[in-house]
């Protein structure tokens, strides 16, 4: 297989072997062209109603309402839940790892309002352990195999790689290959094709209370439009904490 190694916003994510759509159903996802500003267009208070009902995996294959992980009896006052990609994509593992240099524990215990933050993958919740390791992230993980989530939160599909983002400190032609490996060492515990599909990309959502609806709803978010689309750390920074200097 042959990789480029130059960054073009044109090129596309190679679709490996192993980044398949799970077994648990195809939901299909598509980008509403000519909207402005989708990327960060709130959620509708009919679509929270219905995401709150979905169910996410954790670690150990209990479900979970998704609510419950932003608007339980223990949750903070905020709550960003951020949505990655397959859970060998290395481009995401890169994000969480430069994440956590910045916005850690330390980081949100010294913020005006409690805030904690949750990640949710679209694999086999099986792979959670080896993806906290691989990307060193100290927050909680979920699966969302079937991807409804994704889907009905306006998360679209694309193999595109798009700009070289500040979060990459690694080439791409390194992170596929560190991606491979990863999938093949699952080869012998049946892993190996429960990554989650390859074409899903994700993004991040803030959950908090408002004064105009009852319980949290989402005040900001950002939608990936590529595989390496994150908001990049200082912005987020910025929306956690507006006086930040980050």
């Known amino acids: 297989m042959a990789i480029s190694t130059h960054d073009?916003?044109?090129?596309?994510e190679p679709a490996l072997f192993y980044e398949v759509s799970t077994s648990c159903g195809e939901a299909k996802s598509k980008d509403p062209?000519?909207?402005?500003?989708?990327?960060?267009?709130?959620?509708?208070a009919e679509t929270l109603q219905q995401v709150a009902r979905h169910r996410v995996l954790d670690r150990l294959g209990k479900a979970h309402r998704f609510k419950d992980l932003y608007d339980g009896p223990d949750t903070a006052d905020r709550v960003l839940v951020i949505f990655v990609r397959h859970f060998f994509c290395g481009s995401c593992q890169e994000y969480l790892r430069s994440l956590l240099q910045v916005i850690n524990p330390d980081f949100l215990s010294r913020l005006?309002?409690?805030t904690s933050i949750a990640v949710i993958g679209c694999g086999d919740p099986g792979l959670i352990d080896i993806y906290a390791s691989k990307s060193g992230c100290d927050f909680p993980i979920y699966a969302d195999p079937t991807r409804k989530l994704y889907t009905d939160l306006g998360m679209t599909t694309s193999l595109a790689?798009?700009?070289r983002p500040e979060y990459m400190r690694k080439g791409m032609v390194r992170i596929v290959m560190?991606?491979?490996w990863q999938c093949l060492k699952q080869i012998p515990s049946g892993l190996a094709g429960k990554g989650g599909d390859s074409r899903q990309?994700?993004?991040?959502?803030?959950?908090?209370a408002s004064h105009d609806t009852e319980g949290k709803t989402v005040t900001w978010c950002h939608r990936m439009k590529t595989t390496r689309d994150h908001t990049e750390i200082p912005a987020l920074a910025q929306v956690l904490n507006p006086q930040s200097k980050h």
């Open 8 to 12: 073009t916003a044109t090129q596309t």
């Open 178 to 180: 560190e991606s491979i």
């Open 201 to 208: 990309i994700g993004g991040e959502f803030l959950f908090e």
């Open 112 to 114: 005006p309002v409690s």
């Open 33 to 44: 062209s000519g909207e402005v500003n989708f990327q960060n267009q709130l959620p509708s």
């Open 161 to 163: 790689l798009g700009p």
